[in-house]
C-alpha cells in the first residue's frame, strides 16, 4: 500500500500549482483523502481534504477559496489546485489516507487531525518565490 505525492516545484508568488495523489496496491473507495504541508522548522498542518465517494471536502479556513482539493475517479487520484500561491506556501506537500471509520458530514472536521489517517506518502516539495 503507497501513496505518491507528486507536481511540486518552484513557482513564483501569484502563481499555481496543482498536486497530485495516487495509491498504488488499494483503491480510495472507502478512503478519505488528506492534504497536509510541513515548513521549514514548523510543524506539519492539515491543508484540505476529500471524502472520496461522496466528494465531500474539508479545508484549513486560512487556505480557503485559494486551494481546491478534487478527484478523478477513472485515474483514482486526488489533486490539490494551488492557486495565487504566496512564499508562506512554500513546505513539503504529503498526501495521506484515512479509513472511513463511520464517516459522515458530521466528522469531516476529525480529517484535520493527523493521528486520523492511516497511510501517509513520501511528500513532494513546493518553493514559492517571492
Known amino acids: 500500500v503507497q501513496l505518491q505525492a507528486s507536481g511540486g516545484g518552484l513557482v513564483q508568488a501569484g502563481g499555481s500549482l496543482r498536486l497530485s495523489c495516487v495509491a498504488s496496491?488499494?483503491?480510495?473507495?472507502?478512503?478519505?483523502i488528506g492534504w497536509f504541508r510541513q515548513a521549514p522548522g514548523k510543524e506539519r498542518e492539515f491543508v484540505a481534504a476529500i471524502w472520496w465517494s461522496v466528494a465531500s471536502t474539508y479545508y484549513a479556513d486560512s487556505l480557503k477559496g485559494r486551494f481546491t482539493i478534487y478527484r478523478n475517479i477513472a485515474k483514482n487520484t486526488v489533486y490539490l489546485q494551488m492557486n495565487s500561491l504566496k512564499p508562506e506556501d512554500t513546505a513539503v506537500y504529503f498526501c495521506?489516507?484515512?479509513?472511513?471509520?463511520?464517516?459522515?458530514?458530521?466528522?469531516?472536521?476529525?480529517?484535520?487531525?493527523?493521528?486520523?489517517?492511516?497511510?501517509w506518502g513520501q511528500g513532494t516539495l513546493v518553493t514559492v518565490s517571492s
Open positions: 496496491g488499494f483503491t480510495f473507495d472507502d478512503y478519505s
Open positions: 495521506a489516507a484515512s479509513a472511513n471509520r463511520r464517516r459522515s458530514s458530521a466528522t469531516m472536521y476529525l480529517l484535520g487531525r493527523e493521528y486520523e489517517y492511516d497511510y
